[in-house]
């Protein structure tokens, strides 16, 4: 697991727990549907001990794991839109340039 400092009050973090986040909200009209085909994100919890904050984290990808790997000096690893093919770093939830979301599903 990461090693994580709390941002409020610097106490080393706990890992919690992995879950999916549902993506999507329920309406009055249309129901539970977009929450069903909005998909999940899958996540890691981190919570302070001291204060109670809580840190959440994408769980282990496949481009998560190559970014841990990636000795390059000062720089964050860049991935391509596959919607508009921009450039960008990899820690951005959706493209910039086309609000293409990254979401697993």
Same mark, same amino acid.
């Given at each position: %697991?990461?090693?994580?400092?709390?941002?409020?009050?610097? $106490?080393? %973090?706990?890992?919690? !727990?992995?879950?999916?986040?549902?993506? /999507?909200?329920?309406?009055?009209? %249309?129901?539970?549907?977009?929450?069903?085909? @909005?998909? @999940?994100?899958?996540?890691? %919890?981190?919570?302070? *001990?001291?204060?109670? =904050?809580?840190?959440?984290?994408?769980?282990?990808?496949?481009?998560?794991? =190559?970014?841990?790997?990636?000795?390059? $000096? +000062?720089?964050?690893?860049?991935?391509?839109? *596959?919607?508009? /093919?921009?450039?960008? +770093?990899? +820690?951005? *939830? !959706?493209? *910039?340039?086309?609000?293409? =979301?990254?979401? @697993?599903?």
């Amino acid at each position: %697991m990461k090693e994580i400092r709390c941002l409020r009050c610097n $106490e080393l %973090m706990q890992f919690y !727990k992995r879950d999916e986040i549902q993506l /999507g909200t329920a309406g009055f009209i %249309m129901g539970n549907i977009d929450n069903i085909v @909005s998909g @999940s994100v899958d996540t890691e %919890m981190y919570a302070c *001990p001291i204060c109670g =904050k809580l840190e959440f984290f994408l769980a282990k990808t496949e481009e998560l794991i =190559k970014a841990e790997n990636y000795e390059g $000096e +000062d720089e964050i690893l860049q991935v391509v839109c *596959p919607e508009c /093919g921009t450039s960008h +770093d990899l +820690d951005y *939830p !959706k493209c *910039p340039e086309c609000g293409y =979301k990254y979401v @697993s599903e």
